[in-house]
Nanobody
Framework: RCSSWSLGGGSVQPGGSLRLSCVVS????????IGWSRQAPGKEREGVSC????????YYADSVKGRFTISRDNAKNTVYLQMNNLKPEDTAAYYC?????????????????WGKGTQVTVSS
């Protein structure tokens, strides 16, 4: 049985930082591209970032470029998203994702493992 749970969400003031973690069980991340998606209330789900199987190719949505960094630790079967200079528009539920070795929005279209979300709230 595959499962994952995300940690690190919370509330922060604009300009602050958070680090999300997603611990995966039931399958190994070594053979999967990974990513993070988010969904704000009343909005469609948005692919935020993804990282290829070999960690040599990354994708970031324009809205987070230069502020967010995706990474993984395959030994811990864990995916990370470091979020800096957070803005109120980053407020959303964040989901870790694993899927085929695609990069960009296509990854999110074909991804087949979606973790439970963690809430991030940015407000003053």
């Amino acid at each position: 049985r595959c499962s994952s749970w995300s940690l690190g969400g919370g509330s922060v003031q604009p300009g602050g930082s958070l680090r999300l973690s997603c611990v995966v069980s039931g399958f190994t991340l070594d053979y999967y591209a990974i990513g993070w998606s988010r969904q704000a209330p009343g909005k469609e789900r948005e692919g935020v970032s993804c990282l290829s199987v070999s960690d040599d190719t990354t994708y970031y949505a324009d809205s987070v470029k230069g502020r967010f960094t995706i990474s993984r630790d395959n030994a811990k079967n864990t995916v990370y998203l470091q979020m800096n200079n957070l803005k109120p528009e980053d407020t959303a539920a964040y989901y870790c994702v694993a899927g085929p070795n695609l990069v960009g929005q296509n990854f999110f279209h074909f991804a087949d493992h979606w973790g439970k979300g963690t809430q991030v709230t940015v407000s003053s």
